[in-house]
Nanobody, 130 residues
Framework: QVQLVESGGALVQPGGSLRLSCAVS????????IGWFRQAPGKERDAVSC????????YYKDSVKDRFTISADTAKNTVHLLMNSLKPGDTAVYYC???????????????????????WGQGTQVTVSS
């Protein structure tokens, strides 16, 4: 099992940017897919983006495509989510989760099934408001 710790959440104005980080307690990050999910108040948790660190495959939900960028720093065992042009609708608790590297490849990539991610962090709050 691995442990995941998110950081970087904050209050930001609409149009602003934030970079979330997910530190993963492993020396073999390339064995994993790391996904970012978010849960807005009163809503179910929703998928945002994932990366298969072994080959760099990425996926983004349509709602964040062209605004968010996911990347992996394998030397530091950390995955980042750079969020630009933030909107009030992006307000949520953001969670990172780890699964087998195949969880963000092939037929599984676009589904981003929570069941394929078996280790979760505690979440970090992102609030977009003026």
């Amino acid at each position: 099992q691995v442990q995941l710790v998110e950081s970087g959440g904050a209050l930001v104005q609409p149009g602003g940017s934030l970079r979330l980080s997910c530190a993963v307690s492993t020396h073999t990050l390339d064995l994993y897919a790391i996904g970012w999910f978010r849960q807005a108040p009163g809503k179910e948790r929703d998928a945002v983006s994932c990366i298969s660190t072994s080959d760099g495959t990425t996926y983004y939900k349509d709602s964040v495509k062209d605004r968010f960028t996911i990347s992996a720093d394998t030397a530091k065992n950390t995955v980042h989510l750079l969020m630009n042009s933030l909107k009030p609708g992006d307000t949520a608790v953001y969670y990172c989760a780890a699964g087998h590297y195949s969880a963000c490849r092939g037929k599984y990539k676009a589904k981003m099934l929570e069941s394929l991610y078996d280790q979760w962090g505690q979440g970090t709050q992102v609030t977009v408001s003026s």
